[in-house]
């Protein structure tokens, strides 16, 4: 399989299951897997987080753990760069653990769709009720179903 757009995710789910695993068995967590074509060629992203951050020790032990696993496995399909990377301070958020663990702090939120005429909104995570992420936003709660969340993350800076 060649990569191509339909099979990114695809691609990027299988890493998924291959990698977490050694990563929590590091005490990390796996937030992101990227899969994608660049300038450079195709290029493959890991984004871990630990309590108290992530150190170029961790990333490069990661690295070298799952370069030696994808390699074995034969998982990917062509020659990739691998990068591994800590999340920054504008951390994602991806799980529904993470919209409660990071509850009290700054947000940035893009939909899918529009909800009530926006797609981005800017807050305070309040955490989550059922299947919505609530963000006190303008003197107003806002209510955001998590399946219409295109993108989350802190906004710290």
Not at 30 to 56: A, H, M, N, Q, W
Not at 71 to 94: F, H, M, T
């Amino acid at each position: 399989m060649v990569f191509n757009k339909k099979n990114k995710g695809q691609q990027a789910e299988v890493v998924r299951a291959l990698i977490e695993p050694v990563v929590v068995y590091a005490g990390m967590e796996l937030i992101d897997v990227e899969y994608g074509r660049e300038p450079s060629g195709v290029i493959l992203r890991l984004t871990i987080d630990k309590p108290g951050g992530v150190t170029v020790d961790d990333c490069s032990d990661i690295s070298r753990l799952a370069g030696d696993l994808l390699d074995a496995k034969d998982s990917l399909p062509e020659p990739y760069n691998l990068e591994v990377s800590s999340p920054g301070i504008n951390r994602l958020l991806k799980k529904k653990d993470d919209f409660e663990r990071f509850a009290g702090q700054k947000v940035l939120i893009k939909t899918k769709e529009p909800i009530d005429g926006r797609r981005n909104f800017k807050g305070i995570l309040n955490g989550t009720r059922e299947n919505f992420i609530v963000v006190f936003s303008e003197k107003t709660i806002l209510n955001i179903p998590f399946d219409l969340v295109a993108k989350a993350r802190l906004d710290i800076i």
